[in-house]
């Protein structure tokens, strides 16, 4: 694969060369001064150059400035590499679309986490293990009942799985890697149990103990949609597809709330704090809880001829009306994950025995729509992975409330994987960046009785 440098690809000298200098430099400059200093250049396995300027204030008193990141790479990872211009996702150099066709949920957990591909052996013993760890100590029941039952399941979520630091002591130590393997495995195992117990506890129905003999999926929906009073019978298609959803939502580079589970950790935070805290940047509408928001935004747009009016107001800058599930920092394509949830999306309906879903329809046609748009072509905005995602949990009988919780516990393996990533990693340093001040100089204390 080509490496994706933008601005040697648009013939724009990122910064100038250095002429007959090291190979790997850029020379920074300033006419004001007449300094100049060599930066050095470094270079990953694929995607574009990176200008080391970890020494740039103590050489040159100056900082970089990038409030987004959009153009600063926090970290060296070996993870996930996306292409946004080409729409290609990678997991530990497998794509996307063939791990959520070909693999399943716990053997991509293992991928991410180890680096290769489980053999049989690995693979049966990793979900043995996992499967074993899928038990919440019974105490942690009683956190439940300290929520009011209409409480948004996120925020039982950031709750109880904060509080999981207050249970399991002998996973805390995060520079032993037993502890912090076992860590691992405890928050893959127990975050589909939590959750499916914040959805009984919002029915006030009583909680589902997860099962050994089922995988993965199958616990989670047996969990989520089991009553002691009769058997529950798991359909294998649905089974499929949350399997495949939970792989499309696994991982994703240096994604927000990675990004804060890195942050939190740099610190020396437990790997519980630190997952609490993904979860609670997952859950804004311009990241994980965009498939929730994109559910409200069709049920509002309720009807095809309304889709006009919609679009205008998505590109007024005056108006904050955004369309939800479009759009993406990195992807200037179509998110790969989209085309795939799109195809699960059609298999849940037919399973599910619905035909001609009316939100579907609506939203098939508002993405017709947007993408011939020239505002969108222009901004290049395509459906993301939460555009389609939310209308197969609303199929398979997931409330609304529950689409970011449901991307939380997919998502725990990659946070999980990037925070391990992080603490094994010897340049690792406490996370910690500068700002440009633009407040007050320096003045004196006025007492009360004399200010104006
Ligand atoms: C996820 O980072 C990840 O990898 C995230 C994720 C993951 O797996 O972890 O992929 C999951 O979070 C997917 C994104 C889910 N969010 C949404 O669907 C919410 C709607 N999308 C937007 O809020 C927005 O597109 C973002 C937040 C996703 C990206 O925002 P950026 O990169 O900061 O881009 P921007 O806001 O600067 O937008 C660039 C331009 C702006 O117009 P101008 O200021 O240049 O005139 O595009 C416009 C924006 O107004 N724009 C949109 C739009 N998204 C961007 N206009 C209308 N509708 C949209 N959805």
New binding site residues.
């Given amino acids: 694969m080509a490496k994706t440098n933008k601005a040697a690809a648009a013939g724009k000298p990122a910064l100038k060369p250095v002429a007959g200098g090291a190979k790997k430099a850029m020379k920074l400059s300033d006419p004001n001064s007449g300094k100049s200093w060599d930066l050095p250049v470094m270079s990953g396995s694929l995607g574009p150059d990176v200008i080391d300027v970890r020494k740039l204030y103590a050489d040159a008193g100056v900082f970089t400035y990038d409030p ?1 990141f ?1 153009s600063t790479a926090s970290c060296q990872s070996k993870i996930t590499f ?1 292409d946004g211009d080409e729409g290609i996702l990678l997991h530990r150099g497998y794509d996307i679309a063939e791990l959520a066709e070909k693999s399943d949920f716990m053997e991509v957990a293992y991928l991410l986490l180890n680096g290769d591909l489980p053999d049989e052996t690995q693979k049966n013993k990793f979900e043995y293990d996992i499967s074993r760890h899928t038990m919440l100590h019974e105490q942690i029941s009683q956190f439940y009942r300290g929520f009011r039952r209409d409480a948004h399941p996120m925020a039982v979520m950031c709750g109880v799985v904060g509080a999981l630091s207050a249970f399991y002591h002998d996973s805390l130590d995060i520079n032993d890697p037993h502890q912090r393997m076992v860590a691992s495995y405890r928050l893959i195992a127990k975050m589909p149990t939590i959750a499916a117990m914040a959805y009984k506890y919002s029915l006030g129905q009583p909680f589902i103990y997860p099962r050994n003999d089922l995988k993965y999926a199958e616990n989670f929906l047996h969990m989520m949609f089991a009553v002691p009073a009769e058997p529950y019978k798991i359909s294998p298609t649905l089974a499929r597809a949350m399997d495949r959803i939970l792989i499309l ?1 696994a ?8 990004s804060t589970v890195r942050l939190a950790g740099s610190s020396g935070a437990n790997p519980f704090a630190c997952i609490a805290a993904g979860i609670a940047s ?1 859950w ?8 929730e ?2 559910l409200n935004m069709l049920m509002q747009i309720g009807d095809k001829k309304n889709i006009t009016e919609f679009i205008k107001k ?2 007024d ?1 005056n108006d904050n ?11 200037k394509n179509y ?1 790969p ?1 989209a085309k795939v949830m799109q195809k699960t999306c059609n298999e849940v309906l037919a399973e599910m025995g619905v035909k001609n879903d009316p939100l579907l329809q609506l939203a098939v046609e508002l993405e017709r729509i947007a993408l011939q748009d020239d ?2 072509i222009e ?1 290049k ?1 395509y459906p ?4 389609y995602s939310g209308i197969i949990f609303r199929a398979m009988g997931i409330p609304v409330s529950m689409f970011t919780v449901l ?1 939380a516990v997919a ?1 725990t393996v ?1 946070w999980i994987s990037q925070w391990t990533e992080m603490v094994d990693d010897p340049s690792q340093k406490i996370g910690r960046p500068r700002q440009l001040y633009t407040g007050a100089d320096k003045r004196p204390y006025v007492p009360v009785k004399k200010r104006k």
């Avoid at 991982?251 to 990675?258: F, L, V």
């Avoid at 804004?284 to 498939?291: E, K, L, Q």
């Avoid at 993301?384 to 555009?387: C, E, G, I, M, Y």
């Fill in positions: 987004g959009t996306i939502h991982d994703h580079e240096q994604n927000a709330s990675t997952l804004g509408p311009a990241h994980g809880g965009a498939n928001a994109v998505s590109k800058p009306f955004r369309l939800m599930g479009f759009g993406h920092r990195v992807y998110d994950r505002y969108f901004k905005l993301n992975v939460d555009f991307f998502r990659g």
